[in-house]
Nanobody
Framework: QVQLVESGGGLVQDGGSLRLSCAAS???????????MGWFRQPPGKPREFVAV????????FYADSVKGRFIISGDNTNETVYLQMDSLRPEDTAAYFC??????????????????WGQGTQVTVSS
């Protein structure tokens, strides 16, 4: 597993923008570099859901339909850092956002079970 350190998040008005960052740091029990890194979110009272992820092997991004055209994921494979630029935010984007990483292929990138490392979460609140 790898420790993930998140930053960004906060309170923004409907239509505003925020940028999240996540960096991989200390590793325990493994020397593997990450295979994918990305973001999930958990709205209040709802289960965790996929947002976006980047696969380092070919720098392919994957997005949930609900954020396509509004969010952009990018990253630096060398430093194992991933960013999520969130534009045109809506109240329904309000959630705790969690950085996730997988050290090797464990299944579809869209499922939380495919990731073995998680950040502590950062709150994003969009007011109407």
């Amino acid at each position: 597993q790898v420790q993930l350190v998140e930053s960004g998040g906060g309170l923004v008005q409907d239509g505003g923008s925020l940028r999240l960052s996540c960096a991989a740091s200390e590793r325990t029990g493994s020397t593997h570099r990450t295979y994918t890194m990305g973001w999930f979110r958990q709205p209040p009272g709802k289960p965790r859901e996929f947002v976006a992820v980047i696969r380092w092997s070919d720098n392919s991004p994957f997005y949930a339909d609900s954020v396509k055209g509004r969010f952009i994921i990018s990253g630096d494979n060398t430093n194992e850092t991933v960013y999520l630029q969130m534009d045109s935010l809506r109240p329904e984007d309000t959630a705790a956002y969690f950085c996730a990483a997988a050290e090797y292929y464990r299944g579809s990138v869209y499922y939380a079970r495919s990731y073995d490392s998680w950040g502590q979460g950062t709150q994003v609140t969009v007011s109407s």
